[in-house]
């Protein structure tokens, strides 16, 4: 029905508005004036929508961005979807981490730029990675670039602190809402920056 559509379409602005806020507010915290190249590293799910955002935002703001995508797109979030369209219209190189090939060029690919951002995995995260996952995050962390994670670093988990086989050593956590368990309980290996910032989202009940 038309109700149902206007319903649906809502729900796709108010998400499309959290990811756009979450991509501001994570560039907020960004030393602009320092750091002018970026590698953002995506899942395919939310986090994965706004590391996409984060992209286009510094895209726009004359920063060079490469993108690189780890895992499906036929597994790809609605958020993901949304922005990976809009991301496809400009000029930004999308690289997916999927071959042999890909994975051995990528540890290389890092030189090229002075930033990292981690937008792999989320709070959605279930102790488990697809794909190359382990070993993409194994090379941001001995590239020792700077590097900043979106809402939590990826493969830690947000209640505990724990992590998978493999976890991102963030410099930065921008993080939403509240500040995660997990990131209060870290071990001495994390000497990571946290902010907090607020971008309309429901706490969970």
Request: net charge negative; charged share 25%; hydrophobic share 35%.
């Given at each position: 029905s038309t109700l149902d559509r206007s319903s649906a379409a809502s729900d796709v602005y108010k998400r499309q508005v959290l990811v756009e806020q979450a991509a501001l507010k994570t560039i907020k915290h960004i030393e602009l004036n320092l750091r002018h190249s970026f590698a953002i590293i995506?899942?395919?799910?939310k986090n994965g929508s706004y590391g996409l955002a984060i992209a286009r935002n510094l895209y726009a703001e004359g920063k060079k961005v490469y993108i690189y995508i780890v895992d499906?797109?036929?597994?790809?979030?609605?958020?993901?979807?949304?922005?990976?369209?809009?991301?496809?219209?400009?000029?930004?190189?999308?690289?997916?981490?999927?071959?042999l090939g890909d994975l051995d060029e990528f540890p290389s690919e890092l030189n090229k730029v002075n930033t990292l951002i981690?937008?792999?995995?989320?709070?959605?995260?279930?102790r488990s990675f697809q794909g190359p996952t382990e070993f993409v995050i194994d090379c941001i962390n001995k590239s020792r670039i700077y590097t900043i994670s979106v809402d939590i670093p990826s493969g830690?988990?947000?209640?505990?602190?724990?992590?998978?086989i493999v976890c991102v050593q963030a410099d930065l956590v921008v993080t939403f809402l509240e500040l995660k368990k997990g990131l209060t309980k870290t071990s001495g290996i994390y000497k990571q920056d946290i902010k907090i910032e607020n971008i309309g989202m429901i706490k969970r009940g």
């Open positions: 995506c899942g395919v799910n499906s797109l036929n597994l790809a979030s609605e958020e993901f979807k949304y922005q990976y369209n809009i991301i496809k219209n400009l000029d930004i190189e999308v690289s997916f981490l999927e071959t981690d937008a792999i995995s989320g709070i959605e995260f279930e830690m988990d947000y209640e505990t602190g724990e992590c998978n």
